[in-house]
């Protein structure tokens, strides 16, 4: 059995009533109304996926994910009532794995929870997929192994840790280059495109990485 969905949100009757609807879905919950105490209870009893409120009293839910995120992977789910896409890119950046917008349906809240879980049961499942050898410096898929330049394996590293998710190009230059150089957007696209022939060649022609218009880039399974 799943441990609970953890939901973090400040008006308790819709808390109450996502609560509810999970119940139904065959689904345990806790609910949270204060942002202080969110740390604390993820770290003791490790929540399924949380569905996570920005504006919160005591701590925000911008702060709670990054603070989470240095910890557990957990699933995250960010509840908004600002729809603007600098909110979404911060998000994304701090590591939410998906966003719902007030006004919602709890019916959609439950179906977007159930996508989420399943899509990390299958990165679970096929994270061996891709080997990476840090020591040595290569990638091997199934047997076959090629080799990587330091630059393009702290690239992959990210992204195959955490499939699906998606990585700004801001995020995988930190990741690359730890004098913090600057570096422009050509760069890190140039070194990509070494990277996905190089995967290429040793899965069939598989296209593993793959852009998201605006915002960077993801690995998919």
């Known amino acids: 059995m799943l441990n609970p969905i953890l939901i973090v949100e400040d008006e308790i009757k819709l808390a109450s009533l ?5 119940l139904q879905a065959e689904y345990t919950t806790h609910q949270i109304h204060d942002g202080s105490v969110v740390i604390d209870w993820v770290k003791e009893h490790q929540p399924s996926a949380i569905l996570l409120d920005i504006m919160l009293p005591g701590k925000n ?3 709670i994910c990054k603070e989470i995120r240095q910890f557990s992977n957990v699933p ?5 009532a600002k729809v603007d896409e600098i909110d979404r890119l911060i998000g994304l950046e701090l590591g939410a794995d998906d966003y ?3 006004p919602f349906s709890p019916r959609e809240v439950v179906a977007r929870v159930k996508a989420v879980l399943r899509r990390t ?3 679970e499942q096929n994270s061996e997929l891709l080997e990476l050898d840090e020591h040595r410096l290569s990638v091997g898929f199934h047997g076959k192994e090629v080799s990587l330049t330091s630059v393009e394996f702290q690239l992959l590293k990210p992204l195959a840790n955490k499939p699906e998710r998606i990585f700004t190009r801001e ?3 930190q990741n690359m280059y730890t004098d913090h150089r600057i570096v422009n957007n050509r760069t890190i696209d140039s070194h990509i495109k070494k990277l996905r022939k190089k995967l290429a060649d040793i899965s069939d022609g ?3 990485i793959h852009s998201v218009y605006g915002t960077g880039y993801r690995l998919v399974l």
């Open 206 to 208: 598989k296209d593993w």
């Open 171 to 173: 995020q995988l230059m």
């Open 18 to 22: 996502l609560s509810d609807y999970f």
């Open 76 to 80: 995250i789910l960010m509840i908004t």
């Open 121 to 123: 049961v299958t990165i």
């Open 100 to 102: 719902i917008c007030k």
């Open 61 to 63: 839910g911008i702060d």
